[in-house]
């Protein structure tokens, strides 16, 4: 079943962060996800938040989303994004 990542992040320092995006891109082609958004821009409708981006990724399955997130590739980047930004992580299960 499909599932997606909801993350919201925001910056503390943007320098380690814009490495990270850099690197991601050959990182992430590698596996089997889709970024289906990567907002710097997102407007509230509801509620309130004091972040600064949102990204949403799709997996066809859990076990693809931790092949990625637990490579050595994708944790070796990520150190940067942890470096650069607060981020709440969300995995969701997609509608059957």
Known sequence: MTVYVIAQ?????????RRYQEAFPAVWKKYRGRLLAADEQPKV????WDGNKVVLLSFP??????????????????????????TISLLVQGIA
């Open 9 to 17: 992040l925001k910056f503390t320092n943007v320098e380690p962060y």
């Open 45 to 48: 409708v509801e509620g309130e």
């Open 61 to 86: 399955d859990e076990a693809a989303y931790r092949e990625w997130a637990e490579s050595e590739e994708y944790k070796s980047i990520a150190k940067d994004r942890m470096a650069g930004a607060e």
